[in-house]
């Protein structure tokens, strides 16, 4: 059975930092380019950033570079976003996504709150 379990997220003051993780289970980790979405109220989900099956690559969204960075763990099967200088705008639900191919897993999601 497929499981995308995301944690870590919670209420944080502007400036502030904060680290959800996503722990994987049910596949093949390393075979999977691993990705953080994110959903605000009203909006549609984006893509935060991805890194690759290996790790030796990354990217993310404009409005992220240099705040936000995404790693992984595939000993642990386990994917990271460290996530520094918080602004309110950066309130969303967090999903964790896997895919491989035409294989393609979402997480349930984990709420960051960014407000003072």
């Known amino acids: 059975q497929v499981q995308l379990v995301e944690s870590g997220g919670g209420l944080v003051q502007p400036g502030g930092s904060l680290r959800v993780s996503c722990a994987a289970s049910?596949?093949?980790?390393?075979?999977?380019?691993m990705s953080w979405y994110r959903q605000a109220p009203g909006k549609e989900r984006e893509l935060v950033a991805y890194?690759?099956?290996?790790?030796?690559?990354?990217n993310y969204a404009d409005s992220m570079k240099g705040r936000f960075t995404i790693s992984r763990d595939n000993a642990k099967n386990t994917v990271y976003l460290q996530m520094n200088s918080l602004k309110p705008e950066d309130t969303a639900v967090y999903y964790c996504?896997?895919?491989?191919?035409?294989?393609?897993?979402w997480g349930q999601g984990t709420q960051v709150t960014v407000s003072s």
């Open positions: 996504n896997a895919r491989s191919g035409s294989y393609n897993y």
């Open positions: 890194i690759t099956s290996t790790g030796r690559s990354t």
């Open positions: 049910g596949f093949t980790f390393s075979n999977y380019i």
